[in-house]
């Protein structure tokens, strides 16, 4: 496989970079403290986007981020049903 030359790829998407977006004022790498350690990110006082860093033996189990989703659905499901079990008992 041939390597992606970053330069080209980065011009090539600066080409494709709508006129009306302008991050002039814009900070690099503002968020990216608050994505590796999995927090919150909150715009305008609203959640936007929780990321979460999986190690690597657990992200090799899952193939995209709605695998991983419905597994921890359903674990939650699991956890409230024993939860409800041994608050019956």
């Known amino acids: ?48 986007v929780v990321m979460v860093t999986l190690d690597p033996d657990v992200a090799g189990v899952f193939s995209n981020s709605q695998s991983v989703n419905e597994a921890l659905r359903l674990l939650i499901q699991v956890a409230k049903r024993a939860l409800d079990f041994q608050k019956a008992s």
Not at 16 to 31: I, L, Q
């Open 1 to 48: 496989m041939k390597p992606i030359n970053t330069n080209k790829a980065m011009e090539e998407e600066d080409d494709c970079m709508r006129a009306e977006y302008d991050f002039s004022n814009g900070v690099r790498g503002n968020h990216a403290a608050a994505y590796a350690k999995g927090i919150e990110v909150r715009v305008d006082g609203e959640p936007r």
